[in-house]
């Protein structure tokens, strides 16, 4: 297995993309029900819910999915999770479902990478 650990790099200094809708989220120039925000993180209502409770938590820089995230975004890449576990507590979710789509093939269709939190009624059927 390669060891990445070495590996650099982190979303802060990351320019926004003017053209990324999640980017303009984050600017404000598109509105959004915000339910989580602090100086890296940004977490908001999807528009098209697919469960009662659906958030989506981003990093505020642009990254557009997992793989353009380096080892120096771990402590990002962890608040990211643990913003859905503060969400689900704030939220009063006993279970809740967590995804991330990457690429395409992943099912992603924004590329600004995003949690998905899904919850408020028992999670069914497959992921794939
Ligand atoms: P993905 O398929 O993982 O890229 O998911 C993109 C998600 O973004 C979908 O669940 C959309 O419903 C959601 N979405 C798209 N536009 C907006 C918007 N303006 N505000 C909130 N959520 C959005
Ligand atoms: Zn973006």
Redesign the pocket.
Known sequence: MIDHSKEQGGAAGRSRDPEC?FCR?VAGE?P?SKLYEDDDVLA?????P?APF?A?IIPKAHVATLNEFADGDAKLIGRLLLTAKHLAAEHGLPGYRVAM?VNREG????FHA?L?VLGGRRMRGELG
């Open positions: 809708l989220i598109i959004s908001f209502e999807d528009i098209h697919q659906h989506l789509n099912g992603q269709v924004v995003h998905h």
